[in-house]
């Protein structure tokens, strides 16, 4: 994997351009008919297909789990609503930079979607007025459909439907941010909610929750990829600033953490569409690193809701 | 340097007719994903060509169900995606199944995967790709 992570970086950063520009040439060809042959200079100017490449939109893609899917996972453990790890929305109006904005735009929908879970309609409620304000503020809110607002807004009682709303929320604000190039919005809104939810999972996990400290040891893919989505951000102050080398000690620490896996052919069924993925992944991580990693990402989660 | 203000225009207006057939395509994708599943509040487009490959790695978590949904261009099953483990292995191809736009994912442990993605090039030689996961509530 490391691999084609670095052969993804080194395509986007050194051929990115000239990639993109004989790729749209060779789509305009393809569009034309297709017994037109290409000129001997296109051809020159079209990339080696014999290496795995990547042109995309966002210059390169990678993957967070949801914070939903956290929030969920501790509603289910059975642990108790603890709103006092929650954010206080009330902040939103501090907030004066994009970078807090963004930050704390993830941060307020796991928020929500965690209140709505555990059914606390009012407070859920309180959460999507701040993070539909956070949203004008960007300029994110005009490219999600007014009907799903709308729908967020009268679902906060609704666990079901809110935590349905707010993943398409997020995701039709990630693919406008994306398309808009501006990326380091679209990361930070992530790191917002993957830093809550992983905070609220390390709290319910120091009380002894065991699915939170299996969840919270799962994490460690996500805190590596997370940091090489910070690496790629072009606002230098973020990059100086104390959040940033909390993140990368956070994937630090997350490096101590055992992990060891063993396949398992899946299992396919074709009529139901469906594969069961049964490999095996065992983590194994200590007390005293569960504490740390817990104490850092309460640091991490201190800076992003500072005003 | 005519010709290349020429050709400069067609590619900054072909790149927006691009990133406009995305949001389509986006659409199409959307239809396959239903309401049992909660996006994971990412989007994941590429423009690719010929032979290029679309990936990402990222976590499956244990005792979840996800639904991938993959879609290029404005017709069913001219993307190929597959799914590969740690030590890559492949799990999962959608190569073997008439390139059905979309599969259902049930997990046991957790696990990180590769999740690649490239055109079947006897239906399509360039397009945008869009995978979608979601995971069951």
């Given amino acids: 994997m490391e691999d084609s992570s670095k052969t993804i970086e080194m395509i986007n950063s050194r051929f990115s351009l000239v990639v993109f520009f004989s790729a749209i040439l060779l789509f305009l060809l393809s569009c034309g008919e297709k ?21 995309d939109v966002s210059g390169e893609l990678f993957s967070i789990p949801s914070p939903i899917q956290t929030a969920l996972l501790i509603k289910n453990s059975k642990a108790e609503y603890r709103p006092e790890w929650l954010a206080d929305a009330d902040n939103y109006s501090e907030y004066e930079t994009n970078t807090q904005k963004a930050m704390n735009l993830g941060v307020f929908g796991t928020d929500m979607a965690y209140s709505s879970l555990y059914e606390n309609g009012q407070r859920a409620l309180a959460y999507f007025k701040a993070l539909d304000n956070l949203a004008k503020d960007l300029g994110v809110r005009s490219a999600i459909s007014p009907e799903l607002i709308e729908r967020l807004g009268a679902n906060a009682e609704n666990a079901d439907s809110l935590v349905y709303l707010t993943g398409r929320f997020y995701e039709e604000g990630d693919a406008y941010l994306k398309k808009n190039e501006r990326y380091d ?59 940033y080398q909390v993140m990368d000690s956070i994937a630090v620490a997350y490096a101590s953490v055992q992990v060891s896996y063993s396949f398992e052919k899946p299992e396919t069924d074709p009529s139901k569409k469906l594969t069961v993925l049964k490999s095996q992944t065992d ?25 | ?93 959608n190569e073997k199944h008439q390139n059905s736009p979309y599969w259902d994912f049930e997990v046991e442990s957790t ?7 490239r055109l079947d090039k006897t239906k399509q030689s360039s397009g945008c790709a869009v995978i979608l996961i979601g995971f069951e509530k």
């Fill in chain 2, 1 to 93: 340097m005519k010709n290349l203000l020429l050709v400069l225009s067609f590619v900054i207006a072909a790149s927006s007719q691009l990133l406009a057939q995305c949001d389509s395509t986006a659409s199409y994708a959307q239809e396959f994903m239903d309401d049992n599943f909660i996006p994971d509040g990412q989007s994941y487009r590429a423009l690719i060509f010929d032979d290029q490959l679309a990936e990402f790695e990222t976590t499956f978590f244990g005792k979840s169900k996800y639904r991938i949904a993959a879609y290029t261009g404005m017709e069913e099953e001219q993307l190929i995606f597959s799914l590969y483990d740690e030590e890559n292995n492949l799990l999962y191809s």
């Fill in chain 2, 111 to 117: 696990l990180n995967v590769r999740l690649e993605a």
């Fill in chain 1, 283 to 307: 983590y194994q991580v200590s007390d005293s690193l569960l504490q740390s990693i817990a104490a850092l990402l309460a640091s991490a989660r201190a800076k992003i809701s500072e005003k």
């Fill in chain 1, 35 to 55: 017994s037109i042959e290409k000129s001997k200079e296109l051809e020159a100017a079209s990339i080696d297909s014999s290496k795995s490449t990547i042109v």
């Fill in chain 1, 185 to 243: 919005i679209a990361s930070l809104i992530i790191l917002g909610g993957w830093v809550e939810s992983s905070h609220l999972t390390a709290q319910s996990a120091l009380e002894g929750n065991q699915e939170a400290q299996n969840r919270l040891a799962q994490q460690k893919k996500s805190s590596s990829t997370l940091v090489k989505v910070l690496e790629k951000t072009t606002d230098s102050k973020f990059k100086k600033g104390e959040l």
